[in-house]
């Protein structure tokens, strides 16, 4: 199982954290973190549910970890394991993901997905996000896996949408000529593109498109 005790740092004042795998008795705060991070009009229904949760922690307890800061739950991360062909990268959220049910989780699969990260808004200015992100790759290292592999939103993309494929919006974001909250935060991460995933998740402000960024286990060439 994985624990990782450190400090971060708010306003040049150390704040101790914990990542660490989430369990039953933290539902309650991790669908609260949904509500936090997917306030309405985006439908509640679609926040995690009990019997998704349930799931992550029985059928791979080692993808399903949170972090906490100041006594609470501040964000979560949680991935499956599938057999992924990087011939044809085309799918779904909810193909690859069982509908973030994660019944399909192969533990034979070569590639840690990720299924979902949240963090608290109040707690975003810390790097809570990339520090969960380098918690999976630690997870990829100790598994053996081919890579980490995930579909990140485009939300600028809308913007340019009538004047440029998607394709050609991601490729502009990877040369710098623009910025993308999500996409500008993976290639942070060490995340590389392979690809665009059409019909990803529905999602206006990435016109239901979706970048496929993965990060390659380096002792795995």
Known sequence: MYRSE??????????RICIRNYTKDDFDQL????????PPPFPSELWWNKEQLTNHVTKFPEGALC???????????????VDFDPNHVDHTWEEITDNGYIRNHNPNG???????????????????????IQAMYHIVIEKGYDRLLGGGRMPGYYKVANEMPPEEYLTEVIHGKRKDPVITFLLRCGRVPIGV??????DKESCNSAALMEWRNPFKQ
Request: charged share 25%; aromatic share 12%; glycine share 6%.
């Open 67 to 81: 972090v906490e800061a100041n006594g609470e739950l501040a964000g979560s991360v949680t991935s499956l394991c």
């Open 6 to 15: 450190f400090y971060v740092y708010e306003q040049d004042r150390p704040q």
């Open 31 to 38: 669908i609260a973190i949904q509500s936090e991070c997917f």
């Open 110 to 132: 070569n590639t840690l997905y990720i299924v979902d990260i949240s963090v608290r808004p109040k707690y975003r200015k810390l790097g809570l996000g990339k520090l969960l």
């Open 197 to 202: 995933a059409k019909n990803y998740l529905e």
